[in-house]
């Protein structure tokens, strides 16, 4: 636990792993997140696929707020997360209304709907 | 500062990254997931591997592999497991490894919110909502899913998409990243907050019996405490002011992640906090008109759901 808090003390440069280490995380999450979207065909596991894009958008906010050694980017996280519990409230509530129209999770049982 | 790495190998470690992730993702008929994750792991392997290489002078950080590691491993189970449950329960497992990430971070706060947040609260009503509109399975085998949680829409297209995506940005990173300038060392624009936590400071000091049990932190005559944090010391006397000494501040009396955020959000963001009360109000304002809403099944489902008479009774 020493170790991990260690990091904890603010030195003057990101220790060991650097900026771009985190943003490579934080692009590779993105992008699972949108062949996810891109992919699956339930419409629950698409929102969750959103999530994961909220998730990398996240990450590097919080290591950019650690590079700048100042707390907006986690400030920007609260919002995130604020923007993703609203998200969440609505996109289940329509999910249970289209489910009760059609008995099923399938996205492409929708098409109807396309613009 | 040249690129971080060679964006050539980025690019191919990207394919590869991709090839393993169409494998993984479900199809028709044998789906060769485990190859898919191996391809898929290889290639994260050999981006933190040449990550590592280029980055030698400094000591590898374990936890930050690890936890990277477990939370991409997972992101991509979300995303190829056909069972919605499972795939939430491997979203609460990136959730864990990202708070991980962000205690590596150093933002304590933020990390235990994002648990508390995302995974006590968001991901159960997404278990909640995939129980109440998953058809239980008659048989523990994958045929009994739906067809549209055993197949995928499109892999390889949606793959080549989202990874052409991922190298563009990561090789635009590679090259912009390590131009941005880190603040200068030593400087720590936080610092500065300990002059506004006087009451921590007389805390600390007299945990650590610095200062006597009556003394009090004087008052500057700027109506500020009389703290030089420069030379990281401070006036200290009794109650009246009759007797006054300096006292060091110990290195280890810093603000906290906390405090810090508190500060950045109450003093800097007081309006922002008002905007995520009112969408958090409006998003529960809209689920409760909507969950209140009554839907028949389209005319089209009713007689598959209630045989050929159809209709309510």
């Known amino acids: 636990m020493s170790a991990i808090l260690a990091q904890a003390d603010y030195p003057a440069l990101m220790s060991a792993p650097t900026l771009f280490h985190y943003l490579v995380v934080s692009a590779f999450m993105f992008g699972l997140g949108l062949v996810g979207f891109l992919t699956r065909r339930n419409l629950i596991i698409m929102f969750l696929c959103t999530e994961l894009m909220f998730q990398a958008a996240g990450l590097a906010l919080v290591a950019f707020s650690r590079f700048h050694l100042n707390h907006t980017g986690e400030t920007f996280v609260i919002f995130v997360l604020t923007v993703a519990a609203a998200e969440a409230a609505m996109a289940l509530a329509l999910v249970v209304l289209l489910f009760r129209r059609k008995e099923t999770l399938d996205a492409e049982r929708w098409e109807e709907m396309r613009g | 500062m040249g690129p971080l790495i060679n964006p050539w190998l980025l690019y191919g470690l990207c394919a590869v990254g991709a090839a393993g992730v169409a494998l993984a993702l479900p199809r028709r008929g044998v789906s060769p997931q485990v190859v898919g994750a191996g391809v898929g792991g290889a290639g994260l392997l050999g981006v933190f591997a040449a990550l590592g290489v280029s980055n030698a002078a400094h000591l590898p950080n374990l936890h930050f592999y690890l936890f990277s590691a477990i939370a991409l491993g997972s992101a991509l189970r979300v995303i190829t497991h056909p069972r919605p449950v499972y795939a939430a329960l491997f979203f609460v497992l990136t959730i864990l490894a990202s708070c991980g990430l962000y205690i590596v971070l150093g933002a304590e706060f933020m990390g235990f919110a994002l648990v508390i947040v995302y995974a ?37 297209v949606a793959t080549i998409v989202g990874f052409l995506m991922v190298g563009a940005l990561t090789g635009m990173m590679a090259r912009g990243v390590g131009t941005i300038p880190a603040p200068a060392p030593g400087a720590d624009p936080r610092a500065g907050l300990l002059m506004m936590l006087p009451g921590k400071v007389e805390r600390e000091l007299r945990e650590r019996a610095l200062i006597g049990r009556d003394d009090v932190i004087l008052t500057a005559s700027d109506g ?14 009794s109650p009246g002011g009759a007797e006054q000494r300096t006292a060091p501040i110990p290195a280890d009396v810093r603000v906290s992640n906390v405090e810090g955020l508190a500060f950045e959000l ?43 008479g159809g209709g309510h009774p």
Do not use: C, W
């Open chain 2, 120 to 156: 006590g609260a968001i991901l159960i009503t997404y278990l909640f909502v995939i129980m109440l509109a998953t058809q239980a399975p008659t048989a523990d085998r994958v045929d009994a899913l739906s067809e549209y949680d055993r197949v995928s829409r499109e892999p390889l």
């Open chain 2, 224 to 237: 500020l405490p009389a703290m030089d944090l420069a030379a990281r010391t401070v006036r200290v006397g």
């Open chain 2, 266 to 308: 109450i003093a800097n963001h007081p309006g922002a906090i008002e905007i995520a009360g009112v969408i958090l109000l409006m998003a529960m304002l809209g689920a409760v008109v909507l969950a209140r809403k009554k839907v028949d099944l389209d005319e089209h489902e009713r007689p598959a759901a209630f045989g050929p």
